[in-house]
């Protein structure tokens, strides 16, 4: 069974912080499509970083140069470094994995492409 499960979340000022974690367990971590997502309250899920199945990592624009999305494949964990973070980046964060499917097209990936979600791991911004 496929289990994701998120920690590091929590609450910073504006400039902090915050390095998420997502182990997962029940399969092998390889090149499947792996992302992190992130859910405001009274708005959509969006795309904050793609692992891509070559290696490659696109992020959404409101957080390039500042996250940075990571996995380790020996661990079966995938990482987010958020660093000088904005009040605007206040959510729930999610990591999610493709099992099965690979993605390669340098772009964020839809929801729908990926199988396995996390619970979820709040991230608060205060200014």
């Known amino acids: 069974q496929v289990q994701l499960v998120e920690s590091g979340g929590g609450s910073v000022q504006a400039g902090g912080s915050l390095r998420l974690s997502c182990a997962g367990s029940?399969?092998?971590?390889?090149?499947?499509?792996m992302g992190w997502f992130r859910q405001a309250p009274g708005k959509e899920r969006e795309g904050v970083a793609n692992?891509?199945?070559?290696?490659?990592?696109s992020y959404a624009d409101s957080v390039k140069g500042r996250f940075t999305a990571s996995k380790d494949s020996a661990k079966n964990t995938l990482y987010l470094q958020m660093n000088s973070l904005k009040p605007e980046d206040t959510a729930m964060y999610y990591c999610?994995?493709?099992?099965?499917?690979?993605?390669?097209?340098?772009?964020?990936?839809?929801?729908?492409?990926?199988?396995?979600w996390g619970q979820g791991t709040q991230v608060t911004v205060s200014s």
């Open positions: 999610a994995v493709a099992v099965g499917r690979y993605c390669y097209a340098p772009q964020l990936w839809p929801s729908q492409t990926f199988n396995y």
């Open positions: 692992i891509l199945s070559g290696g490659s990592i």
């Open positions: 029940g399969y092998i971590y390889s090149n499947y499509c």
